[in-house]
């Protein structure tokens, strides 16, 4: 390891800036001969380290042992590395040539890290004298995990397979695994993630993939577990002659079909063995329907990356079944908003760089934005300890929402990837440059988290792209971690779980809001500047986040595709109320008006879905059925805002519904535009809002969903942003989300695009992406 930006004459000085044990606050670190000039009474004690340098190993358990000679008048009080303390000791003789008068001592404890660390002994001699001593040693683990055993690889296809295997175990912690393809470069998991899908394989061809654990020190598994596995030849090209065939997507799948006219009168679809629809010949079958016509059905929405079967009866007039064909298909998989890799990487090295004493780790996308303060030590790549953490190591880990009274390097740091009013940090376009003037950039777009080993009470900042600290802090229940955000100001820096508490402890607030509709904040503000973030103790930060990163997409997306779009006060103040609305609906609250939680999803809806893609009625549809702008009518519809998802439509099929229920369920019967149903040539489909695949579906919210006729060309549209919204946003299965419609949004003919909004800032999941070659 070396000194960054430091000249060698002043690496000790570097080294001596770190936090001593609480028990020994206010003394000066040792110095090279391993000794601190504030020692006190240290006669009556001593602990055999002789400088600085000394290595110390942890053992099977990963422990260390530590021993030292005590005078026989006196009394062991305690020994402590950073937090961890023991008054557990084994008092013996003498060792060989230390006088009669002393006696002894040992123990054993884990250390908070590996790498360097300061003990602090304690002794008592008589009511009136003390001895305390501080040292300086460092910590190595030279013992390797076990050998990863129980690789297996299976689902495998023609392209892809999944490699899994069972946990490996080690004596002082493991970062996670490294899995090699073909012998190919080494990718990361995280410890809690023990399978791995290979991705790109050549069909019909043998292929090797071998696994090792890396534990917290870097070691390795002494022997790869590693195994062989045949990949499937290409599936054969569909049969031309086959009854069914197939066009599928994501979120959906085209069926096609030939009729008989003479004989078809109705079909009926079957879905995994359910009942999904009933139709006529002549409402699929355009005049004149011959045997040589093609039957078109859209099955829709359907979950990504899920194996379906499809079964169509033909029944005649008479209601007898004159035929049934049936077919099997998977839809395609949607691509999340990140790599998994980057996110198994991110997490299972910000683990390994607390366990090993590092201060903050950088993911690999900002390593060249973010400035590494001078004197800093790389420990691994991204992984960095710095000359003065003193302040920060003082409150780590936080044992509750704490206030920063102190400044280091890493407070400095966070100062300088902060904005200047405190404000979150949202997500920019990708690629986004000069020429579009985002709204909010506090220049890097880190957001940084602190990220803390549970086993090893140890800690190190995390700075990366909002999208991936939110996608770390999804994992880090999993992974005995523990995920604290920050808040900073001008003044001061928080730390802590609660966002309202660090709010209450920086800015304590009197002033009473309803909601961000009466907000001293405008959309014409520079919230580079903005500084009321935190009023009324913060419980309007994550209203405010959202309200901002709407503001931020839909002025760099007008921007980038010169959309005819701009806000008008009045559009704000409809953003802003329903903003309101929404997150008193996500988070079910009793009134009409509540702040958001933190960590929920947003979608809203444009005139074009995330691909550009015409569904300028369906994007109408949810305006006017919300309101029109601001407030639904009637006020029960303020639930709409906030459906929670419901994989397949379960929550409705579990009440006996059918996916066309608007075309075939009489109860709906009255006062249904979808009726009669539209044939084939009129070009119009049903849609309703809420959507099918929600807990709000058809009247399940207490009132029956809203219907109207759009072209049947927005039906692919719309499919494609229902599946790529949960897919990318990651909106599991019953967590409410919000739906979020701009009126002059959709009116603009805008893109589609989601969000998601964490304690300290939001990530652009869904991105609206032009296809290439394409204009907007």
Same mark, same amino acid.
């Given at each position: %390891?070396?000194?960054?930006?430091?000249?060698?004459?002043?690496?000790?000085?570097?080294?001596?800036?770190?936090?001593?044990?609480?028990?020994?606050?206010? %003394?000066?670190?040792?110095?090279?001969? #391993?000794?601190?000039?504030?020692?006190?009474?240290?006669?009556?004690?001593?602990?055999?380290?002789?400088?600085?340098?000394?290595?110390?190993?942890?053992?099977?358990?990963?422990?260390? $042992?530590?021993?030292?000679?005590?005078?026989?008048?006196?009394?062991?009080?305690?020994?402590?590395?950073?937090?961890?303390?023991?008054?557990?000791?084994?008092?013996?003789?003498?060792?060989?040539?230390?006088?009669?008068?002393?006696?002894?001592?040992?123990?054993?404890?884990?250390?908070?890290?590996?790498?360097?660390?300061?003990?602090?002994?304690?002794?008592?001699?008589?009511?009136?004298?003390?001895?305390?001593?501080?040292?300086?040693?460092?910590?190595?683990?030279?013992?390797?995990?076990?050998?990863?055993?129980?690789?297996?690889?299976? $689902?495998?296809?023609?392209?892809?397979?999944?490699?899994?295997?069972?946990?490996?175990?080690?004596?002082?912690?493991?970062?996670? &695994?490294?899995?090699?393809?073909? @012998?190919?470069?080494?990718?990361?998991?995280?410890?809690?993630?023990?399978?791995?899908?290979?991705?790109?394989?050549?069909?019909?061809?043998?292929?090797?993939?071998?696994?090792?654990?890396?534990?917290?020190?870097?070691?390795?598994?002494?022997?790869?577990?590693?195994?062989?596995?045949?990949?499937?030849?290409?599936?054969?090209?569909?049969?031309?002659?086959?009854?069914?065939?197939?066009?599928?997507?994501? @979120?959906?799948?085209?069926?096609?079909?030939?009729?008989?006219?003479?004989?078809?009168?109705?079909?009926?679809?079957?879905?995994? #063995?359910?009942?999904?629809?009933?139709?006529?010949?002549?409402?699929?079958?355009? $005049?004149?329907?011959?045997?040589?016509?093609?039957?078109?059905?859209?099955?829709?929405?359907?979950?990504?990356?899920?194996?379906?079967?499809?079964?169509?009866?033909?029944?005649?007039?008479?209601?007898?079944?004159?035929?049934?064909?049936?077919? $099997?298909?998977?839809?395609?998989?949607?691509?999340?908003?990140?790599?998994?890799?980057?996110?198994?990487?991110?997490?299972?090295?910000?683990?390994?760089?607390?366990?090993?004493?590092?201060?903050?780790?950088?993911?690999?996308?900002?390593?060249?934005?973010?400035?590494?303060?001078?004197?800093?030590?790389?420990?691994?790549?991204?992984?960095?300890?710095?000359?003065?953490?003193?302040?920060?190591?003082?409150? %780590?880990?936080?044992?509750?929402?704490?206030?920063?009274?102190?400044?280091?390097?890493?407070?400095?740091?966070?100062?300088?990837?902060?904005?200047?009013?405190?404000?979150?940090?949202?997500?920019?376009?990708?690629?986004?440059?000069?020429?579009?003037?985002?709204?909010?950039?506090?220049?890097?777009?880190?957001?940084?988290?602190?990220?803390?080993?549970?086993?090893?009470?140890?800690?190190?900042?995390?700075?990366?792209?909002?999208?991936?600290?939110?996608?770390?802090?999804?994992?880090?229940?999993?992974?005995?971690?523990?995920?604290?955000?920050?808040?900073?100001?001008?003044?001061?820096?928080?730390?802590?779980?609660?966002?309202?508490?660090?709010?209450?402890?920086?800015?304590?607030?009197?002033?009473?809001?309803?909601?961000?509709?009466?907000?001293?904040?405008?959309?014409?503000?520079?919230?580079?500047?903005?500084?009321?973030? #935190?009023?009324?103790?913060?419980?309007? &930060?994550?209203?405010?986040?959202?309200?901002?990163?709407?503001?931020?997409?839909?002025?760099?997306?007008?921007?980038?595709?010169?959309?005819?779009?701009?806000?008008?006060?009045?559009?704000?103040?409809?953003?802003?109320?329903?903003?309101?609305?929404?997150?008193?609906?996500?988070?079910?609250?009793?009134?009409?008006?509540?702040?958001?939680?933190?960590?929920?999803?947003?979608?809203?809806?444009?005139?074009?879905?995330?691909?550009?893609?015409?569904?300028?009625?369906?994007?109408?549809?949810?305006?006017?059925?919300?309101?029109?702008?601001?407030?639904?009518?009637?006020?029960?519809?303020?639930?709409?805002? #906030?459906?929670?998802?419901?994989?397949?439509?379960?929550?409705?099929?579990?009440?006996? &519904?059918?996916?066309?229920?608007?075309?075939?369920?009489?109860?709906?019967?009255?006062?249904?535009?979808?009726?009669?149903?539209?044939?084939?040539?009129?070009?119009?489909?049903?849609?309703?809002?809420?959507?099918?695949?929600?807990?709000?579906?058809?009247?399940?919210?207490?009132?029956?969903?809203?219907?109207?006729?759009?072209?049947?060309?927005?039906?692919?549209?719309?499919?494609?942003?229902?599946?790529?919204?949960?897919?990318?946003?990651?909106?599991?299965?019953?967590?409410?989300?919000?739906?979020?419609?701009?009126?002059?949004?959709?009116?603009?003919?805008?893109?589609?695009?989601?969000?998601?909004?964490?304690?300290?800032?939001?990530?652009?999941?869904?991105?609206?992406?032009?296809?290439?070659?394409?204009?907007?």
């Amino acid at each position: %390891m070396g000194l960054v930006n430091l000249p060698p004459s002043k690496a000790e000085a570097a080294e001596q800036k770190r936090l001593a044990p609480a028990a020994c606050e206010g %003394m000066a670190a040792p110095g090279e001969d #391993g000794k601190s000039a504030d020692d006190e009474n240290h006669a009556s004690i001593r602990l055999d380290m002789t400088s600085p340098h000394s290595e110390v190993a942890v053992d099977e358990q990963g422990k260390i $042992d530590l021993k030292g000679v005590l005078h026989k008048h006196a009394e062991m009080e305690d020994v402590s590395l950073g937090k961890v303390v023991t008054t557990d000791f084994t008092l013996g003789p003498p060792p060989d040539g230390v006088a009669a008068w002393a006696s002894s001592w040992a123990t054993r404890l884990r250390p908070p890290q590996l790498g360097e660390n300061l003990a602090c002994v304690r002794a008592k001699r008589d009511p009136k004298r003390s001895a305390r001593l501080l040292r300086s040693f460092t910590v190595v683990d030279r013992i390797a995990p076990s050998d990863v055993n129980g690789l297996s690889v299976g $689902d495998i296809t023609s392209a892809t397979a999944r490699a899994s295997w069972s946990a490996a175990t080690d004596n002082y912690g493991l970062a996670g &695994y490294e899995v090699r393809i073909d @012998g190919g470069a080494p990718i990361r998991t995280n410890v809690g993630t023990r399978s791995y899908t290979m991705t790109g394989l050549s069909p019909n061809a043998d292929h090797t993939v071998s696994v090792v654990a890396v534990d917290l020190a870097g070691n390795k598994s002494a022997v790869p577990a590693k195994t062989t596995f045949h990949t499937k030849e290409l599936p054969p090209e569909p049969d031309p002659k086959a009854e069914l065939k197939f066009d599928v997507e994501a @979120g959906g799948a085209d069926a096609k079909w030939q009729p008989d006219p003479k004989e078809d009168s109705t079909y009926r679809v079957f879905l995994d #063995g359910q009942l999904y629809d009933e139709f006529s010949l002549k409402d699929y079958c355009a $005049d004149p329907c011959t045997a040589d016509s093609v039957i078109k059905y859209t099955i829709e929405p359907l979950e990504s990356s899920t194996p379906y079967s499809l079964r169509i009866d033909a029944m005649r007039e008479d209601g007898s079944k004159r035929r049934d064909f049936s077919g $099997d298909f998977t839809t395609k998989d949607v691509a999340p908003a990140i790599p998994e890799e980057v996110t198994q990487q991110v997490t299972s090295e910000a683990s390994q760089c607390a366990a090993q004493g590092g201060d903050f780790y950088v993911a690999e996308s900002m390593r060249s934005v973010v400035k590494v303060p001078g004197g800093s030590t790389e420990v691994f790549p991204g992984c960095y300890a710095v000359a003065n953490a003193s302040c920060i190591h003082k409150y %780590m880990p936080p044992e509750k929402n704490q206030k920063l009274d102190c400044s280091d390097d890493v407070t400095r740091l966070l100062h300088d990837l902060a904005s200047p009013g405190g404000g979150p940090v949202l997500s920019s376009l990708s690629g986004a440059t000069g020429g579009v003037q985002p709204l909010l950039d506090p220049g890097t777009l880190v957001e940084p988290v602190v990220w803390c080993e549970e086993n090893t009470p140890t800690c190190a900042l995390l700075l990366a792209p909002p999208v991936v600290v939110g996608e770390a802090a999804a994992a880090a229940s999993v992974l005995a971690t523990a995920v604290f955000w920050v808040v900073v100001i001008a003044a001061a820096i928080a730390i802590g779980t609660t966002l309202g508490a660090l709010w209450a402890i920086l800015t304590p607030s009197p002033i009473a809001i309803g909601g961000i509709l009466e907000y001293p904040i405008h959309y014409t503000d520079d919230l580079n500047t903005f500084d009321k973030w #935190g009023l009324e103790n913060g419980q309007w &930060y994550h209203s405010l986040t959202a309200y901002a990163q709407v503001l931020k997409t839909t002025k760099e997306l007008a921007s980038k595709y010169n959309l005819p779009f701009a806000w008008t006060s009045s559009d704000d103040a409809d953003l802003r109320a329903n903003i309101d609305q929404a997150c008193a609906a996500q988070k079910q609250a009793s009134t009409s008006i509540a702040p958001c939680d933190e960590n929920f999803a947003v979608y809203v809806p444009g005139g074009r879905n995330y691909r550009f893609e015409p569904m300028q009625e369906t994007g109408k549809h949810i305006v006017e059925a919300m309101g029109n702008g601001r407030w639904p009518q009637p006020a029960e519809r303020n639930k709409w805002f #906030g459906p929670a998802r419901s994989i397949r439509g379960q929550a409705a099929r579990a009440k006996g &519904y059918e996916r066309s229920w608007y075309y075939n369920d009489e109860r709906f019967a009255r006062n249904n535009p979808c009726l009669p149903r539209p044939a084939v040539g009129a070009g119009k489909t049903c849609d309703e809002f809420p959507f099918w695949a929600t807990d709000q579906a058809v009247d399940l919210s207490g009132l029956t969903a809203d219907l109207r006729l759009v072209p049947g060309a927005e039906t692919h549209p719309q499919m494609r942003d229902n599946s790529a919204f949960p897919g990318k946003c990651r909106v599991n299965d019953n967590e409410r989300y919000i739906v979020l419609p701009v009126k002059p949004w959709v009116a603009a003919n805008a893109p589609s695009f989601g969000f998601r909004v964490n304690s300290s800032g939001a990530s652009l999941c869904m991105e609206p992406t032009l296809p290439a070659g394409t204009t907007p």
